[in-house]
């Protein structure tokens, strides 16, 4: 057995080694056992990680750093042929949420979930595992990978109380529509080239009982989630550097322009529902006059099955809105807060940071040595910096492919709705024509 170390360092401004990530791999010998895509996946983020935070470095004698190459972190998981947009094949965590059902009990009513997973990753003991999860055990989740997993951007969970326009909970429609959301909140833990390794992440896929774990409180920190687990508002940034603060803008603009939509489409859909119940009035009204029209009959009897084929396409398009459109907008209006989040906690960190160096300043040294707990927190911002612009990057490649999805689906569904109604409309002319009168 040989076991392979890795590990990931980068130069500080200080002048010290830190060790951005430790990675272990296990071969056989004989080299039957090649290295995991696990861990070329956690190497390749590293590595990411890395040049983020060398952009801005410089070595303690004053030269500048060379980021020349490679152009971004991307560059690296393509070279690793680990990019999100590369087919099941070069994955190896797959988690699948369906099955919902009620539990009634005496004191509460419940929807759990079935949690399938399936992976060939050395950390799990069996290769498929199958648990059922209530929405709380999700929440119970995201909070763990929130405190462990600090410098990292968490996808949000659906709402926990009811949605606008869905009275009942347990209908239906609305769980279907969360199990879709829980379906990919987990997929995208899984895609994360960190998150995925989490050990919390772990006990949730697999644990029959979660019980167990979540009284365990706080025992299962990470030394990360540790260290900025003290960080308070007490400190104040000066200023943000300018590419975080574009950040910080792009996610306010965006977060109103989507709430923007989201409203305006809440709108028109119940616009489009009120419609829709004048429409199943207005349709009968026709068959009941041609009953009264003998020469008329069949046109008008037409017209009300032409009101009859509109009032079905409309139904469809209202629900496509309501169970595909809507929840895809709210999902990111919740992802942008969660990312605004996490530069918050970037922005404690660095406020602390330059507290300390200020009171460092302060003494009157001739040379003063900058102290242990300084250098650390430098680190911390650093870690930081790289883990956010390569998280936001990530973000940003999902939303594309998202929202492009989104948007194709849209045209087509109306394209659909258009169509029905025209053919519904066509159908009818040949009845609404002159035909030659018999003698």
């Given at each position: 057995?040989?076991?392979?170390v890795?590990?990931?360092?980068?130069?500080?401004?200080?002048?010290?080694?830190?060790?951005?990530?430790?990675?272990?791999?296990?071969?056989?010998?004989?080299?039957?056992?090649?290295?995991?895509?696990?861990?070329?996946?956690?190497?390749?983020?590293?590595?990411?990680?890395?040049?983020f935070?060398?952009?801005?470095?410089?070595?303690?004698?004053?030269?500048?750093?060379?980021?020349?190459?490679?152009?971004?972190?991307?560059?690296?998981?393509?070279?690793?042929?680990?990019?999100?947009?590369?087919?099941?094949?070069?994955r190896?965590?797959?988690?699948?949420?369906d099955?919902?059902?009620?539990?009634?009990?005496?004191?509460?009513?419940?929807?759990?979930?079935?949690?399938?997973?399936?992976?060939?990753?050395?950390?799990?003991?069996l290769?498929?595992?199958?648990?059922?999860?209530?929405?709380?055990?999700?929440?119970?989740?995201?909070?763990?990978?929130?405190?462990?997993?600090p410098?990292?951007?968490?996808?949000?969970?659906?709402?926990?109380?009811?949605?606008?326009?869905?009275?009942?909970?347990?209908?239906?429609?609305?769980?279907?529509?969360?199990?879709?959301a829980?379906?990919?909140?987990?997929?995208?833990?899984?895609d994360h080239?960190?998150?995925?390794?989490?050990?919390h992440?772990?006990?949730?896929?697999?644990?029959?009982?979660?019980?167990?774990y979540?009284?365990?409180?706080?025992?299962?920190?990470?030394?990360?989630?540790?260290?900025?687990?003290?960080?308070?508002?007490?400190?104040?940034?000066?200023?943000?550097?300018?590419?975080?603060?574009?950040?910080?803008?792009?996610?306010?603009?965006?977060?109103?322009?989507?709430?923007?939509?989201?409203?305006?489409?809440?709108?028109?859909?119940?616009?489009?529902?009120?419609?829709?119940?004048?429409?199943?009035?207005?349709?009968?009204?026709?068959?009941?006059?041609?009953?009264?029209?003998v020469?008329?009959?069949?046109?008008?009897?037409?017209?009300?099955?032409?009101?009859?084929?509109?009032?079905?396409a409309?139904?469809e398009?209202?629900?496509?809105?309501t169970?595909?459109?809507?929840?895809?907008?709210?999902?990111?209006?919740?992802?942008?807060?969660?990312?605004?989040?996490?530069?918050?906690?970037?922005?404690?960190?660095?406020?602390?940071?330059?507290?300390?160096?200020?009171?460092?300043?302060?003494?009157?040294?001739?040379?003063?040595?900058?102290?242990?707990?300084?250098?650390?927190?430098?680190?911390?911002?650093?870690?930081?910096?790289?883990?956010l612009?390569?998280?936001?990057?990530r973000?940003?490649?999902?939303?594309?492919?998202?929202?492009?999805?989104?948007?194709?689906?849209?045209?087509?569904?109306?394209?659909?709705?258009?169509?029905?109604?025209?053919?519904?409309?066509?159908?009818?002319?040949?009845?609404?024509?002159?035909?030659?009168?018999?003698?």
């Amino acid at each position: 057995m040989v076991v392979v170390v890795v590990a990931v360092i980068t130069i500080t401004s200080s002048g010290d080694v830190m060790v951005v990530d430790r990675l272990v791999e296990e071969t056989t010998s004989d080299g039957e056992t090649s290295l995991g895509r696990g861990f070329l996946q956690r190497l390749s983020y590293s590595l990411g990680s890395c040049f983020f935070a060398f952009q801005d470095l410089s070595l303690p004698n004053g030269t500048p750093v060379d980021t020349s190459s490679p152009a971004s972190s991307s560059s690296l998981l393509n070279r690793l042929q680990l990019d999100d947009d590369l087919d099941g094949e070069t994955r190896d965590l797959f988690v699948t949420v369906d099955d919902p059902k009620k539990h009634v009990c005496t004191m509460e009513t419940y929807i759990t979930y079935r949690v399938t997973t399936k992976t060939t990753r050395a950390e799990f003991d069996l290769p498929e595992y199958s648990v059922r999860r209530r929405y709380q055990d999700f929440d119970w989740l995201r909070n763990k990978l929130e405190e462990s997993q600090p410098t990292h951007l968490i996808p949000p969970l659906p709402e926990k109380f009811v949605m606008k326009g869905v009275v009942d909970r347990f209908s239906e429609e609305f769980v279907e529509t969360r199990r879709k959301a829980l379906d990919k909140f987990l997929k995208r833990i899984a895609d994360h080239p960190v998150l995925s390794f989490n050990e919390h992440f772990n006990v949730f896929l697999t644990a029959k009982d979660l019980n167990a774990y979540k009284k365990q409180g706080m025992a299962l920190l990470s030394k990360m989630g540790e260290s900025v687990k003290y960080v308070t508002g007490g400190y104040k940034l000066r200023s943000r550097p300018l590419e975080f603060a574009a950040m910080g803008e792009y996610l306010d603009i965006f977060a109103l322009k989507l709430g923007t939509i989201d409203r305006i489409a809440q709108r028109i859909i119940k616009e489009q529902l009120e419609y829709l119940v004048e429409l199943r009035e207005y349709g009968p009204v026709y068959s009941t006059w041609g009953g009264l029209e003998v020469e008329l009959g069949e046109p008008l009897e037409g017209v009300s099955a032409c009101i009859g084929n509109c009032c079905t396409a409309l139904e469809e398009l209202s629900e496509d809105m309501t169970e595909d459109f809507l929840p895809v907008l709210r999902e990111y209006i919740l992802y942008s807060e969660s990312m605004k989040n996490v530069l918050k906690k970037r922005d404690q960190v660095q406020a602390e940071y330059e507290a300390k160096l200020e009171a460092v300043a302060l003494k009157k040294e001739d040379r003063p040595k900058v102290p242990t707990d300084v250098e650390k927190c430098q680190d911390r911002v650093e870690c930081f910096n790289a883990d956010l612009k390569a998280d936001m990057e990530r973000w940003q490649n999902s939303k594309r492919q998202d929202f492009r999805q989104l948007l194709m689906g849209m045209a087509d569904k109306n394209i659909q709705y258009y169509e029905k109604c025209l053919t519904a409309w066509e159908s009818i002319i040949p009845l609404l024509q002159d035909k030659p009168e018999t003698k």
